[in-house]
């Protein structure tokens, strides 16, 4: 984040990240692209149920 501990950015899509062996569970994160630098990242998306309230085009503040 460029030396700050929160960064907003605009959500490009919706991914599910396949965890590691031996788990077979999908993480659900978003791609996101920062504004203050267009550097383009993947964030998770904490509890059951959160990634329904987040759309692409919305902005998010990553932490």
């Known amino acids: ?10 959500v490009l899509e919706k ?6 062996q031996p788990n077979s569970a999908i993480r659900k994160c978003v791609r996101v692209q920062l504004i203050k ?3 383009k990242i993947t964030a998770f ?3 059951d149920g ?13 932490a």
Do not use: Q, T
């Open 15 to 20: 991914v599910g990240v396949e965890a590691k």
């Open 45 to 47: 998306v904490p509890r």
């Open 50 to 62: 959160c990634l329904n309230c987040i759309e692409e085009n919305d902005e998010v503040l990553v």
């Open 37 to 39: 630098n267009g550097k």
């Open 1 to 10: 984040f460029g030396g700050a501990s929160h960064a907003k950015g605009i």
